[in-house]
């Protein structure tokens, strides 16, 4: 499993092997790669994290890779190597958001009658906002928390709550701030458990793009010699 999605200073970049056993998966190895360029380092890792499981790339069964929200780069760097191991060992490969691998702990624990919100932190004073499936972006300084019991998980909503929740005894605080290995892996399985339609494997990219085209156009594709 890949997950490069977290931004910010902090972020973490998160390469594993996933194996099931007794009808459970359990983490064989996980590797971090902190702070930047951590996603770009992870291609360099895969081999030597194949031999210490001792697995060969036709051991592998299905590849999963968080495709947002998050880093743009980091998004980028890790679905460009999930595509090329999948690509170069035969493996399929499986697309989830981050709110998506937390989602199964998440209602558990929060129970009967209380939504989740998965917050994460985005670039120029936003946030990203996953809530059933469902991702946007909001500005920090004009975010307002939905009616109701909710509970919130994600990097940035301790923060949040902090900054925009006084007075809301309703809303609960989950220690979850980034899905882990298995979460991701059983994400996985379970879309594919469940015959749900496979996620493009493509960067979740909630905001709109930021280049424009050149005000006369592009320039004609060149002709044949």
Not at 145 to 166: N, T
Request: net charge negative.
């Amino acid at each position: 499993m890949i997950n490069a999605a977290p931004a910010g200073a902090e972020a973490t970049a998160l390469l594993g092997c996933v194996q099931e056993e007794e009808g459970a998966l359990h983490p064989v190895r996980m590797l971090d790669l902190p702070g930047r360029g951590g996603a770009e380092a992870m291609p360099a890792h895969c081999s030597a994290l194949l031999a210490a499981c001792g697995w060969r790339p036709a051991d592998l069964d299905l590849i999963a890779v968080v495709v947002g929200p998050g880093s743009f780069t980091g998004l980028r760097a890790s679905l460009a190597l999930a595509h090329g191991l999948a690509l170069g060992t035969g493996c399929a490969l499986a697309g989830i958001t981050s709110g998506e691998a937390m989602a199964r702990a998440l209602r558990e624990e929060a129970g009967p009658g209380r939504a989740v919100l998965c917050l994460s932190f985005a670039r120029r004073g936003r946030i990203f906002v996953e809530q059933d499936g469902v991702v946007r972006a909001a500005m920090c300084d004009d975010f307002v928390f939905p009616p109701g019991r909710l509970l919130l998980a994600g990097d940035a909503a301790a923060g949040m709550l902090a900054a925009r929740g006084a007075g809301r005894d309703d809303i609960a605080l989950s220690s979850r701030t980034v899905p882990d290995g298995v979460m991701i892996a059983q994400a996985a399985l379970d879309r594919r458990a469940a015959g749900l339609a496979a996620r493009e494997i493509l960067p979740l990219y909630v905001d709109p793009p930021e280049a424009k085209l050149p005000a006369a156009g592009l320039r004609p594709a060149p002709g044949a010699l």
